[in-house]
């Protein structure tokens, strides 16, 4: 099979590590120098290339990307979301595409569990507080969840949503969630209760998002929902700011000091320089590093690397890319 890779100079290194170049090119034909969205209008039609290794970064894939790709088969895209290029060009031509969505879902995951366990045992609360007064301040256990018999709430059941309550499970917390998309056969099988948006906001210490950005989801997440909300309780987002009325939010953290949120994202992001999501005392902002950074970034080339065996052995992809997938933002 003749391939190449098509992604910025800069994001190459950290998708693909030497172990994950090593081994596409011990399985490929490499047919030119890794490209980009700039570089592949400048080169001779790619009439060879047959699969793209990808990443952020990846250029549209329209009608003129396919006069410079006629022979395209497969496109192995090392990231998550594929709605910024993917069109309908895609599907008329059957090209296939696997994406690294849960790779990079996986850390997502792993921030989520550590900030909710962080969360129920009021870290962070308490560490802005020693800091702000400058004295060592004692928690009494009544000011305390912790982990053991608390109760989660997940909105959305999908990849993350899953994985987190699987790595919460070793924490022994009471797992519900929201998500109208699962049967509650499904959710016994997962060890998980299904219970309505209103009731998971009144009855969870932590509540994490995990709801992918659609027309329907856009400020789901309102002030009366977060009004519910019982005593020392927290709020967390990684999924996509939109979701989340953040200004009923900002009111509902400033009525209820006893309240926390902790927002990997925004909307708009950056959020506005003069937002009181930066000045908020029960909030913390991270500037949307839950997703894959660093090496983690490694585990999504892998990823692809394993979609390039089943391809060549004759397998289907394990995470292919559907319309009604890439239509989703997230």
């Known amino acids: 099979m003749k391939a190449l890779y098509l992604l910025p100079e800069q994001n190459f290194p950290l998708i693909y590590g030497p172990a994950e170049q090593r081994?596409?090119?011990?399985?490929?034909?490499?047919?030119?120098?890794?490209?980009?969205?700039?570089?592949?209008?400048?080169?001779?039609?790619?009439?060879?290339?047959?699969?793209?290794?990808?990443?952020?970064?990846?250029?549209?894939?329209?009608?003129?990307?396919?006069?410079?790709?006629?022979?395209?088969?497969?496109?192995?895209?090392?990231?998550?979301?594929v709605d910024r290029f993917i069109t309908e060009e895609v599907w008329s031509r059957?090209?296939?595409?696997?994406?690294?969505?849960?790779?990079?879902?996986?850390?997502?995951?792993?921030?989520?569990?550590?900030?909710?366990?962080?969360?129920?045992?009021?870290?962070?609360?308490?560490?802005?507080?020693?800091?702000?007064?400058?004295?060592?301040i004692?928690?009494?256990?009544?000011?305390?969840?912790?982990?053991?018999?608390?109760?989660?709430?997940?909105?959305?059941?999908?990849?993350?949503?899953?994985?987190?309550?699987?790595?919460?499970?070793?924490?022994?917390?009471?797992?519900?969630?929201?998500?109208?998309?699962?049967?509650?056969?499904?959710?016994?099988?997962?060890?998980?209760?299904?219970?309505t948006l209103d009731d998971l906001f009144r009855r969870a210490d932590v509540v994490t998002c995990h709801t992918p950005w659609l027309p329907e989801t856009e400020g789901m997440l309102h002030g009366g929902l977060f009004r519910l909300m019982k005593p020392n309780a927290a709020f967390i987002n990684t999924a996509r700011g939109a979701i989340v009325n953040e200004p009923d939010l900002c009111a509902v953290l400033r009525e209820r000091s006893d309240l926390f949120a902790i927002l990997d994202v925004t909307w708009p992001e950056p959020p506005a320089p003069n937002s009181p999501l930066f000045t908020l005392p029960n909030l913390i902002l991270t500037p949307h590093i839950a997703g894959s950074m660093g090496h983690e970034c490694w585990r999504m080339g892998?990823?692809?690397?394993?979609?390039?065996?089943?391809?060549?052995?004759?397998?289907?992809?394990?995470?292919?890319?559907?319309?009604?997938?890439?239509?989703a933002r997230g």
């Open 23 to 81: 081994d596409i090119a011990a399985r490929v034909e490499l047919v030119a120098s890794r490209q980009d969205a700039q570089s592949i209008w400048q080169q001779p039609v790619f009439t060879a290339v047959e699969a793209i290794f990808s990443g952020w970064g990846m250029v549209k894939m329209d009608a003129a990307f396919f006069e410079r790709f006629p022979n395209l088969k497969v496109l192995f895209y090392g990231a998550g979301a």
């Open 302 to 327: 892998r990823m692809m690397v394993e979609e390039l065996d089943r391809w060549l052995a004759g397998e289907p992809l394990q995470h292919p890319v559907t319309r009604t997938y890439a239509r």
């Open 138 to 195: 004692k928690l009494s256990h009544d000011q305390v969840t912790g982990a053991y018999e608390s109760t989660v709430g997940i909105i959305s059941l999908g990849a993350i949503g899953r994985m987190v309550a699987e790595r919460l499970r070793m924490a022994k917390v009471n797992l519900i969630a929201y998500d109208p998309h699962v049967s509650s056969e499904q959710a016994q099988a997962l060890g998980i209760e299904l219970t």
């Open 94 to 136: 059957g090209v296939q595409i696997s994406n690294a969505n849960v790779a990079n879902g996986t850390s997502v995951a792993e921030y989520t569990v550590a900030q909710i366990l962080l969360c129920l045992k009021q870290v962070w609360p308490i560490a802005l507080r020693i800091k702000q007064e400058q004295r060592y």
